[in-house]
């Protein structure tokens, strides 16, 4: 019964079912929206009117959906697939291997006719086409008039450092639904926060307490006045408060700490920072007014003595300037900073507090990953070089030569005719 089992496992057609269905779930959690609030799913699949005529959101929670990757029986799947890829390896590609590194010789004539090439040779020097093989970089078995001969032997390795590269991958990926976790935070420069907004996590992950610091952020853009690149100078903290590293991220140039890394991913505005007559400073929030649409925001300044009167400040980049709008919707001007603001009351634009977007995340299953993707490329290499067999027998004043070859058919023929075309005497 064990071995019916293992047998199952190793079988080619369950591990490509296997596949599948890991390929269905996969798909399903591309189309699915992943680590989304439970009002999300039940706005874009109502119980009145399922999309596909049955996935609502109460399905989409009841069976993990919502977070397909991390579910136990994705998970069960993943480690279905290793066993199957690891029993294949020790139960059918490793004694393929023995076998063919053993001595196959042909003892009767008759099995040269089930070769793809094969010929009969008479009166030719048995001796000078085993030169001519052996020059030809073969391994070579002689026993008495029989002889076995093969190279490439590597090439059946390719399979199994496929199916060693298949398995690590799925032990990476493992790894890092486990061990890994991904934040979102959105922080004023010149503050000091810690990972609080986590997105997603592993069931073993541990998020650390590290302390980190914005210096600074701010925004180039280009003579066409679009956003050429958002830059972040951050610092990590030590537990007494002083800074161990600092580093100006970018987009896809992320600070890394401790397999840790930062990544520049948002940006937004505050508030408008003035000073009055008397050097008291004042701040105006910013609400962003399309939301996620457009990085557009505004303020509204209203006169000391009558609140309904007053002048509205809109921004929608990080040059330094605002523009300023009556309550009718009249362009008054535009601001810049350290310019003093007149209407509708003496104020002075100190400074633009703006916050930045950084995503931290951790993945320890990534190096597994990129070792199996490494080995994969090998294997891939590897599998170009041909494995190929020749028997001879010989039989009074003839010689019965044949192979096979397991691709470039038409070299090895060429190859082959090179051993027969000349008659040696």
Known sequence: MKQKFFRLLADLRFSIFIL??????????????????????????????????????????????????????????????????????????LPSLKVARRCQFFRTTGLFYR????????????????????????????????????????????????????????????????????????????????????LTNGPVSIVPSTSTRVNDFWITYTKKKTISQFYSDISILNFKGNETIRKTIHVNYPLINNNIYYYQTDWNLIALRFQNLTRQIIEYPLVNIFENQNKVWLTWISDINI??????????????????????????????????LTIPQPLLLLEIISSTGLQIKTDPGIPVIYLGFFFLMISTLISYITYSQIWMIKKDKQIFIGGNTNRAIFEFELEFLKFVKEKFD
């Not at 996935?55 to 998970?75: N, P, R």
């Not at 690590?168 to 010149?190: C, D, M, R, Y």
């Not at 007053?310 to 810049?336: H, R």
């Open 115 to 198: 070769l793809k090439i094969s010929t009969i040779l008479n009166n030719y020097s048995f001796n000078k086409i085993l030169s001519a093989i052996k020059a030809q970089k073969y391994s070579i078995f002689h026993q008495k008039n029989m002889v076995y001969c093969y190279k490439g032997l590597i090439g059946r390795i390719a399979p199994i450092i496929v199916h060693f590269s298949m398995i690590l991958i799925l032990v990476g990926t493992i790894i890092g639904s486990l061990f890994g976790f991904k934040a979102q935070e959105i922080v004023p420069k010149t503050e000091t926060f810690h990972i609080q907004n986590i």
């Open 20 to 93: 599948l269905l890991i390929s269905f779930c996969s798909i399903a959690g591309t189309i699915i929206e992943q680590d989304q609030v439970v009002e999300t799913y039940k706005i874009n699949y109502p119980l009145s009117n399922p999309v596909f005529g049955f996935l609502s959101w109460d399905l989409i929670i009841k069976f993990g959906l919502d977070h397909v990757y991390k579910t136990w029986w994705f998970l069960a799947l993943i480690i279905l697939f290793g066993c199957s890829l690891t029993l294949c390896s020790f139960l059918q590609q």
């Open 307 to 340: 609140l309904n009167d007053g002048v509205i400040l809109i921004i929608d980049n990080l040059e330094g300037y605002c523009s300023i709008y009556n309550k009718t919707g009249q362009f008054l001007g535009n601001l810049e900073l350290n310019e003093l």
